[in-house]
């Protein structure tokens, strides 16, 4: 059987397992969809890969070797294929323009679900179904040539369409009331697309009042009726906001974006804004009062001194 073929039917059976009344087949749905447009991007590769060796582009491991012709060839090494970041790499290398974003969000949704999922949390499944349409949709028309209703089916394409147009316009309704709101810090706009129930996990938020103070600003989940305060999730929605960064500057040996905040305790006190997001705490000495290099914020309680000049200060003290 094609990897096409293993394609369609893995959506089309993760579109029926959402379909059905029992709870247990979400998670499912959720699998076999995501499976689903993986396979749809190792068909891409296979495309891509020489007519001599239709594999080789998803194979984990690739070597150079000298064919009968004493040529350098590449040849697939063992039986396991390529993962996401090693299709993400592949894809960039050959200029397949794929929404990472979008798919990154899905993925870790899944997995979020996976690990948390309850009865309450139908419309996060339903949220990765109607976004993963669109990366089914695209994909399949722009980069397989294929026509994504006749591929998929009349039924699982008028079942993914409804969802899509529903969660759609529900997640519209839900983000104007969001819009509506003064967040105060840039950061914390840019977190905003992490904003989840605490309970259920959906995306689907309200803004109960628009004359709420920030941080305390109540919110109402569409999903699950779930009512909670934005002071409760802020620490989760910078974390997410900020993981791929806190990753970039490690490998880079560059310092995290975001800190523990001295006054409040939470991972909040954003570096680049210089203030915590959650209290507005912000460092009170800015400059070492003896060399005036500048100060980071462990270096706060040294009382104005940067740890080189806090280090002499305190060994003249014990002379």
């Known amino acids: 059987m094609s990897i096409i073929k293993n394609a369609i039917d893995s959506i089309q059976i993760g579109v029926e397992d959402f379909q059905s009344d029992d709870d247990r087949r979400s998670i499912s749905a959720v699998r076999n969809i995501a499976a689903g447009i993986l396979l749809l991007y190792k068909e891409k590769l296979c495309q891509l890969s020489p007519d001599n060796n239709r594999e080789l582009l998803i194979k984990q491991n690739i070597r150079p070797v000298k064919n009968e012709k004493d040529e350098i060839v590449f040849e697939g090494k063992g039986h396991k294929t390529v993962d996401v970041q090693s299709i993400k790499e592949r894809f960039r290398s050959l200029n397949v323009t794929v929404d990472w974003g979008r798919f990154d969000e899905i993925n870790k949704l899944r997995n979020d679900l996976e690990h948390y999922y309850t009865s309450e949390s139908p419309d996060a499944v339903r949220e990765i179904v109607a976004k993963s349409f669109l990366l089914i949709r695209d994909f399949l028309s722009d980069h397989l040539d294929q026509d994504p209703q006749e591929s998929l089916g009349n039924d699982c394409w008028a079942a993914l369409l409804e969802v899509s147009d529903v969660y759609s316009a529900e997640d519209k309704a839900c983000q104007a009331t969001i819009n509506a709101i003064d967040w105060k810090y840039h950061s914390v706009e840019m977190a905003l697309k992490n904003l989840r129930c605490n309970q259920c996990y959906s995306s689907l938020i309200q803004a109960l009042y628009l004359d709420d103070c920030y941080p305390m600003i109540n919110l109402h989940c569409k999903s699950c009726g ?73 270096e706060q309680y040294n009382a104005g001194k940067c740890s080189y000049c806090q280090y002499k200060w305190e060994k003249i003290m014990a002379e």
């Open 226 to 298: 779930h009512d909670f305060c934005f002071d409760e999730v802020i620490e989760q929605c910078i974390d997410d906001s900020l993981a791929g960064e806190v990753m970039r500057n490690a490998m880079d040996g560059g310092n995290s974006p975001y800190d523990a905040c001295h006054e409040c305790g939470k991972s909040t006190f954003i570096h680049e804004e210089g203030v915590c997001v959650a209290c507005d705490y912000e460092m009170e000495y800015t400059y070492c009062e003896m060399c005036e290099e500048p100060l980071s914020l462990e």
